[in-house]
């Protein structure tokens, strides 16, 4: 069975600075695709980065940023420049051996003017 | 790209009846994913069709939820004798190329009263 920890259900940050938003996984495949989905107050969930577990190279994707450190399974999300628009429920999720996609409980995160 | 819809966005039942709720994918997707989200919780993976096929249920769906997609396009979920534990949104996903990057609608909003 596949996990996902998301230890900060709640975290703050001021307009413009960084933010990074802590993710842990367990899994025993070896094959496998992390994500990061945002849920703003409308409730659709958006993919804001994605990474294959295979490529070393950490995803980025504009302001967006991943630390992906494979052996410690750790996953974390680094907002910079962060805007009001951030404001939102963060989701990890991962994706191995199956179609289906794993999520952690979330991590609201609140931007403060 | 009309994005994913889902029909309705609020229902509000009463316990022991059925209720159906509708989702259509972005059209050039195979992939349609049904999940249901609680109050402080990640999406829970529901059940998984590439085009008409249903290929993955979620131990999660019992025998009184049930989920077609004819010919492929849209999707219904039915849910049979509604319970009160039933309350949850259901969100429904689309998904082309890579894996893993999903369409989410905006959800239906289920109260069993």
């Known amino acids: 069975a596949q996990t996902v920890t998301q230890s900060q259900p709640e975290m703050s940050v001021q307009e413009a600075e960084t933010v990074t938003l802590s993710c842990t996984y367990d899994?025993?495949?070896?094959?496998?695709?992390l994500f990061w989905y945002k849920q703003p107050p409308s409730r659709q969930m958006i993919l804001v980065i994605r990474?294959?577990?295979?490529?070393?190279q950490n995803a980025t994707e504009n302001r967006f940023s991943v630390n992906f450190q494979k052996a410690a399974k750790s996953f974390s999300l680094k907002i910079s420049d962060s805007q009001l628009g951030d404001a939102a429920m963060y989701f990890c999720?991962?994706?191995?051996?199956?179609?289906?996609?794993?999520f952690g409980k979330g991590t609201k995160l609140t931007v403060n003017p | 790209d009309t994005g994913v819809s889902q029909d309705p966005r609020h229902k509000i039942t009463k316990r022991g009846q059925n209720v159906t709720f509708r989702c259509d994918p972005i059209?050039?997707?195979?992939?349609l994913y049904w999940y249901r989200q609680t109050l402080g919780q990640g999406p829970e993976f529901l059940t998984y069709f590439q085009n008409e096929a249903q290929l993955e249920k979620s131990r999660l769906l019992s025998d009184r939820f049930s989920a077609e997609r004819p010919k492929g396009s849209f999707s219904t979920l039915e849910i049979q004798r509604t319970e009160q534990g039933d309350s949850a949104m259901y969100l429904c996903a689309s998904g082309g190329e890579p894996p893993g990057r999903l369409f989410f609608g905006s959800g239906t909003q289920l109260s069993v009263l």
């Open positions: 990474q294959e577990a295979y490529k070393q």
């Open positions: 899994t025993s495949e070896s094959d496998y695709y």
């Open positions: 059209s050039e997707h195979n992939r």
């Open positions: 999720a991962i994706q191995g051996g199956s179609e289906k996609l794993v």
